[in-house]
């Protein structure tokens, strides 16, 4: 004689779906990252390290910038697009602090502004 369990009732498989859908849906909004409201916009910035060439100005990396790419993970300057469009921020000696390499949609978002 075989041993079945007893069989669950479709109110718990239904909660636990809803768990499962909630949980991915706050993962997926806890992935998307928040970019800063006062960093530059530069479309085409050209990387040839240390230097940044963003618009008319060609800025230099700071010692222990970070760049993050289009999944937010930091990069070394080596893996960086030789052409990308970005938002950065400088420090008080006027070198880039921060990069962030922009996905399309972010990009539209900053040229519509």
Known sequence: ????????????????AAGVVLGVALSVAAAARSLPGDAQ???GAEFSYPYVKAGKQTLRL???????????LIVMPAAVPLKANVLFKTDINGDISRVWIL??????????K
Do not use: H
Request: glycine fraction near 2%; aromatic fraction near 10%.
């Open 103 to 112: 996905t399309d949609e972010e990009t539209k978002a900053y040229q519509d």
């Open 62 to 72: 700071a010692a222990g910038a970070r760049i993050y790419n289009e999944r937010n």
């Open 1 to 16: 004689m075989s041993y079945l369990p007893p069989a669950v009732p479709l109110s718990a498989l239904r909660r636990i």
């Open 41 to 43: 916009f530069a479309e």
